[in-house]
């Protein structure tokens, strides 16, 4: 059974820093590609990042360039997100993601909260 399940989620400041875990069970980790997503209250999910399953591609949303850094660790079977600069604008519940067995698979979220 796939299983990803996220940690680091909290209440920052503007301008702070998070880091998110994904740690992922059930399939062959390094063999898939995987994604970020986040869902803010009241609208609908919203992609983040992806990487390839070796860590080499990565890829970003506009409004998180430069900001944020998706990477993983396919010998602890773990996925990051490291968020720098967080506004307001980045609170959601973030989720970590992918299509192993071919069917979308996302985890239980951890939410993330940027306010003063």
């Known amino acids: 059974e796939v299983r990803l399940v996220e940690s680091g989620g909290g209440l920052v400041q503007p301008g702070g820093s998070l880091t998110l875990s994904c740690a992922a069970s059930?399939?062959?980790?390094?063999?898939?590609?995987m994604t970020w997503v986040r869902q803010a209250p009241g609208k609908g999910a919203e992609w983040v990042s992806a990487?390839?399953?070796?860590?080499?591609?990565?890829y970003y949303q506009d409004s998180v360039k430069g900001r944020f850094t998706i990477s993983r660790d396919n010998a602890k079977n773990m996925l990051y997100l490291e968020m720098n600069s967080l506004k307001p604008e980045d609170t959601a519940m973030y989720y970590c993601?992918?299509?192993?067995?071919?069917?979308?698979?996302r985890g239980q979220g951890t939410q993330v909260t940027v306010s003063s």
């Open positions: 990487i390839d399953s070796g860590g080499s591609r990565k």
């Open positions: 993601g992918t299509d192993a067995g071919g069917r979308p698979t």
């Open positions: 059930g399939f062959t980790f390094r063999n898939e590609d």
